[in-house]
Structure formats: C-alpha cells, structure tokens
C-alpha cells in the first residue's frame, strides 16, 4: 500500500548566491524558514534514527514529549549534548529515498517506508514531528533492504532525474552527491541500522532535524 507524504516547499528565496534554498514543511511560513536561515541554521535538513528499547517505546507510547529527550536530549540544558544517533543520513535521506521507490514522496511498503515512513508522534521540530515505525515494520523493511544491494541503487542514480524530480538539496548538477562516496555507505548505515533493530525485535524513531 502506497501512501504520499506532504511535499516540502522548496520555494524559501535563496539566502546568498551559490547556496540552494532551505525547504520548509508544509504548514511553516516563509517568514520563519527564513528567520531560520538568519539563525545559521544552514546546514539544511539532514535525518536521524534512534532504535528504541521496549521501556523507550512504551514512554514514548505513555508520553510523546519523550520523543523530544530521546532524539535531542535535555533540551532545557544548554551544556546538555545532543545523543549520538544511531543513524545518521545527512542530507543524503531524500536522494536515498528516490533511489529506493523511484518518487519524491510516495511511501511504499517494505523499503519504500525505510526513510518517510511510519506514524507521526510528538510536537513538530520544524519540519515535522518525528515519525515512529513499530517492530513488525522494521522487520518487513530490513527484510526488504536485504534484498537490495549498491549495484542496484547505483544503476538508478540519474542526476537529471533527480533534478527534475526536485530531490533535496536539489543541487545534483553540482556535483553534490557522489553515488559511492556518499549514497552507498549511506544505504550501507541504513541496513545495519534495521537489521539492528530487527534483530532485537525494536522499534525506530525517525526525524528530520
């Protein structure tokens, strides 16, 4: 079953010449997006994963707020350090998203859910709230990426394609994305990080941070 997540809005005006605009969710002002910007905050969205234990997931269940302290930590605490994450794409996840379902947006089952799927859950960071995928979905996906390999994505890697497709940061003529250096040890993080999960029958947050 396939199912669409909201387009991000690639339309915030460029903050200086050579840097590519900083999307926004839906449902977040221009205004803002670019108050963000001003803020420094340029690096641009990258995805985090966190594997949750069953006392994790039952908090998080009992109290979505615990979302917020797990994937970023104290945030009331300014020498507090954001936890290190257990995966951490970069800004590689919506290329690596196109190469596992050929869309932008479309969320499939299997992998096509490995980096847009899963339920909302918790207050929205900026650009969404963070994304809760249960057991028996990350072992249909692990499931799913065992069956793929890095030939296979690299014989789907069309910079033109991806340009046309509007796949974030969308400066693929640029040489920003070099398939081996930067897509295949990201889809090599990606299946150890829910052959992990898997095998410890956990659940996963996601987030775009």
Not at 27 to 47: P, Q
Not at 96 to 103: A, K, R
Not at 112 to 139: F, M, N
Not at 157 to 173: G, K, L, T
């Amino acid at each position: 079953m396939k199912r669409t997540l909201a387009k991000v809005d690639l339309t915030v005006p460029m903050p200086a010449a050579g840097i590519a605009p900083l999307p926004r969710a839906a449902g977040v002002s221009a205004t803002r997006c670019e108050r963000t910007i001003r803020e420094g905050l340029l690096m641009g969205m990258e995805l985090i994963g966190r594997r949750l234990s069953a006392n994790e997931l039952q908090a998080v269940l009992n109290d979505p707020t615990t979302v917020d302290t797990l994937l970023y930590g104290d945030l009331d605490d300014d020498d507090a350090e954001m936890p290190e994450p257990e995966l951490d794409l970069n800004k590689s996840w919506h290329a690596l998203h196109y190469l596992l379902t050929g869309t932008a947006w479309e969320i499939g089952d299997g992998a096509g859910a490995a980096i847009l799927g899963g339920e909302e859950i918790g207050e929205d960071g900026g650009y969404g709230p963070a994304r809760l995928l249960d057991a028996e979905t990350v072992r249909e996906i692990s499931t799913a990426l065992d069956t793929l390999d890095v030939d296979t994505l690299r014989a789907r890697f069309d910079v033109n394609a991806m340009m046309a497709a509007d796949i974030y940061p969308n400066v693929w003529d640029r040489g920003a994305g070099d398939f081996d250096s930067v897509f295949a040890p990201a889809f090599t993080d990606l299946c150890r990080f829910y052959r992990a999960a898997a095998a410890h029958d956990q659940a996963v947050l996601l987030a775009i941070t």
